[in-house]
């Protein structure tokens, strides 16, 4: 069984090193931005004192009690997004690259949390004042500029886009706008909860776009050429990628 598992996923020594290193690394920016929303959460101000900013979203919509549906879909989302990775072969490449791309979001929303702290549009949330390294509930005041939550619901949505979990262009298709519905639906509900700024949102599309497009650049031009990273795909596949990007140059050249 064991074998299986491991022949299937192309799972050997060099790809274990890569993926106990993403994993690690993952683990570790998560608590850091854990770590870094607790302080934002210290120094935020009082939103009892000072009034949550206009917000165009606010002043057309109320408040709706939907903050359980909102970590619903999250997880739902999220949960959904690993199970359809396992049913792939590739599974551990598209693995490397959904938990590389989430960390190094956090990476950058823990500068744009830290730097400026904004009254929080949840008047219902609490100042992190003690449990600094432990405290981890969602509703911490100031955890605010570059929406957390944003990130998973947006590169969970970004797989199904990228990747046809069924060998059927329609059905992937079909996938893909439910998925996107199922995403903007969720986001607007944060908004509905009062969790994050419009601003907040926006910013996290905007960075978690940036940061997925990134990696398609960064990854043909430099890390397929890293003999550990490279091991995360079989040598067939990286014969047809080979074969794919000479078969467009040819294209391009003629066309000259």
């Known amino acids: 069984m064991l074998k299986k598992i491991l022949k299937r996923y192309n799972i050997n020594s060099k790809n274990i090193f890569v993926l106990l290193s993403v994993v690690g690394f993952t683990i570790f920016?998560?608590?850091m931005m854990n770590l870094m929303s607790n302080v934002a959460s210290f120094w935020s101000p009082n939103n009892k004192a000072y009034e949550p900013l206009p917000d165009l979203f606010f002043d057309l919509f109320g408040y709706k009690n939907v903050e359980k549906l909102v970590d619903t879909l999250m997880y739902m989302?999220?949960?959904s997004t690993a199970i359809a990775i396992l049913i792939r072969k590739d599974a551990i490449l598209i693995f490397f690259r959904l938990a590389t791309c989430i960390s190094f979001s956090y990476l950058l929303r823990m500068t744009t949390v830290g730097i400026t702290n904004l009254p929080d549009p949840n008047l219902d949330c609490f100042q992190v004042v003690e449990d600094t390294l432990t405290?981890?509930?969602?509703?911490?005041?100031?955890?605010?500029?570059?929406?957390g939550h944003s990130i998973i619901i947006l590169m969970c949505t970004f797989v199904w886009t990228k990747y046809d979990f069924f060998n059927n262009e329609l059905y992937w298709l079909i996938m893909s706008v439910f998925v996107?519905?199922?995403?903007?639906t969720n986001l607007v509900c944060i908004l509905?909860?009062?969790y994050h700024y419009s601003v907040d949102i926006l910013?996290?599309?905007?960075?978690?776009?940036s940061v997925w497009l990134i990696y398609d650049l960064i990854w043909s031009k430099y890390l397929i050429k890293n003999a550990y990273i490279a091991s995360l795909i079989k040598q067939e596949d990286i014969n047809n990628q080979i074969v794919n990007s000479l078969t467009e140059y040819e294209k391009e050249t003629k066309s000259i």
Request: net charge positive; hydrophobic share 50%; aromatic share 20%.
């Open 29 to 31: 920016t998560l608590y």
């Open 77 to 79: 989302m999220l949960i």
């Open 135 to 147: 405290e981890a509930s969602y509703r911490r005041c100031g955890d605010n500029i570059f929406s």
């Open 180 to 184: 996107w519905i199922i995403c903007i």
């Open 192 to 194: 509905f909860a009062r």
């Open 203 to 209: 910013l996290a599309f905007y960075i978690c776009s």
